[in-house]
């Protein structure tokens, strides 16, 4: 389907959702584009899945001994290295470096109620991942190495009673390469958790998101440098709903202003998309797609093809998106 809107510094913009045949049934919200050719995905009933050949041909892989876990976040290195978490424990981070053929558990945990939302490398050593409150804090954890370790960040503010993060699209944590961090929440309050300095501390700043209402709030945040970023979310079970479900920064996401046209609906995912040249903020959730070539000011629908997350082809305007019952498509926007 293709879909042309008027844009501001753009006459006209084309969006085109092909779908690829994946022989998966698996509901996917991870999902890592390292380049054109090689992608990789996760999602429930263990699954990971990876094409080296832009989506031709696909590899299903079970982890083994994890065929009841979900993996909600991964990162891929390359075509043969990347990491998986999971939603249920105690063995939680999953790494391979032999695309797929074998697992080695890198984290585990048996305190009850972990259950991991979002990972994020900032480079090839540096990432972080985030699970639900325990005991009425964030569970974060940071790796130095590559992720073969990881330890639990404890310098971090209390969490709102009823306040936790959304494992929608694997992109509750942005993680720039200068150190800053940023990690979103929603339920009964919607904030940004922001650190300067890789994760080692934390501080917490209001937004005006929604939030009060079962699962409502930021569902995803995206910086394009250290001073500009994004903020999309809404209310999971009434999509329809779209006051206050975007907002923007422009001084690192310590104040927040709501976009003055927000996305149509509810969306679960929001990216940055650059070819070196034009940039702009692209937003998906599972009723629909928008675009902001204004940093979040103003948002112009696009599409109402649904996926649950979306990844750029680094440098194209060009990516991937995944969703439910082994839902993937390619992803041209064109000017």
């Known amino acids: 389907m293709t879909f042309c809107s008027n844009l501001k510094k753009i006459e006209s913009v084309a969006i085109n959702f092909t779908s690829l045949q994946t022989n998966s049934d698996a509901s996917l919200r991870g999902l890592f584009v390292v380049n054109e050719n090689i992608v990789w995905a996760s999602g429930s009933g263990g ?6 050949n832009g989506g031709e041909s696909w590899k299903n892989i079970q982890v083994r001994g994890a ?29 391979t470096d032999d695309a797929g053929e074998t697992w080695q ?13 979002s990972l994020k490398f900032t480079d090839s050593k540096n990432g972080l991942a985030v699970s639900d409150p325990i005991e009425g804090k964030l569970f974060v954890i940071k790796t130095s190495d590559g992720g073969i370790s990881w330890r639990r960040i404890k310098d971090i503010p209390d969490v709102m009673e009823g306040e936790a ?4 699209s694997n992109t509750c944590i942005e993680f720039l390469p200068s150190g800053k961090a940023w990690i979103a929440t929603g339920g009964s309050v919607a904030r940004v958790f922001y650190s300067d300095d890789f994760g080692e501390n934390w501080e917490a700043i209001e937004t005006p998101i929604i939030s009060g209402k079962p699962a409502s709030g930021i569902f995803s945040v995206c910086f394009k440098n250290d001073l500009e970023g994004v903020i999309v979310g ?17 001084d690192g996401g310590k104040t927040w202003s709501l976009s003055d046209k927000m996305p149509k609906e509810y969306r679960s995912c929001v990216q940055y998309i650059s070819n070196g040249k034009d940039d702009f903020f692209f937003a998906i959730g599972k009723t ?4 902001s070539t204004d940093n979040g000011i103003t ?9 649950y997350t979306f990844r750029v082809i680094p440098g194209k305007y060009e990516g991937f998106a995944t969703s439910s019952d082994g839902r993937i498509a390619n992803v041209e926007i064109k000017y």
């Open 299 to 307: 948002w112009n629908f696009l599409s109402k093809n649904g996926y």
């Open 47 to 52: 699954t990971v899945l990876l094409t080296a």
């Open 288 to 291: 629909g797609c928008d675009i």
């Open 165 to 168: 993060n959304f494992a929608a």
């Open 67 to 95: 065929e009841e876990n979900d993996f909600r976040s991964i990162h891929a290195w390359d075509e043969k290295k990347a990491i998986v978490f999971g939603v249920a424990g105690p063995a939680f981070g999953y790494l």
């Open 105 to 117: 558990v890198v984290f585990q945990d048996s305190t009850e109620g972990l259950f991991f939302n």
């Open 234 to 250: 809404g209310t999971y079970g009434q999509p329809e709903l779209n006051d206050n479900i975007a907002a923007f920064t422009n």
